[in-house]
């Protein structure tokens, strides 16, 4: 398993990262510090194509809102899960982020026990 982790924060990305580990020490990372970087990534045909995207929304240059977006508009990547990781909590955006696409909206946590469940919860769901 592939996981794509969209966020300029250095200390989220580890924080990730270190419980996607403890959930599952097989998985694969590929971290992109903002959209340009990932979309970059996801369009080189050379690259494996991840099996799950978590994306931050409040990023420097090109949103969060605007990578979802151009994801699920190219057809090689309309299918790979897109969960919105992020510090919002309004659940309007929740409710227009998953019209255009994510198949989830998570608030980012604070501590590593619970990016531990919330990764569990994710990584553990039956997806199509």
């Not at 990730?16 to 590929?30: G, M, P």
Request: one cysteine or more; a negative charge.
């Amino acid at each position: 398993m592939t996981i794509l982790l969209i966020d300029d924060d250095a200390d989220d990305r580890k924080l990730f990262f270190e419980a996607t580990a403890e959930f599952d020490d097989t998985i694969k990372y590929v971290a992109a510090a903002n959209a340009q970087e990932a979309l970059s990534y996801l369009n080189d045909v050379d690259n494996v194509l991840p099996d799950f995207i978590f994306l931050d929304l409040r990023m420097p240059g090109v949103s969060g809102e605007q990578c979802l977006i151009e994801i699920k508009k190219d057809p090689r990547l309309a299918a790979v899960p897109v969960i919105i990781y992020t510090t919002s909590r309004d659940e309007k955006e929740s409710a227009r982020l998953k019209s255009l696409g994510a198949a989830h909206f998570m608030s980012k946590p604070v501590l590593p026990d619970d990016v531990f469940y919330m990764v569990s919860f994710v990584l553990g769901e039956k997806w199509n």
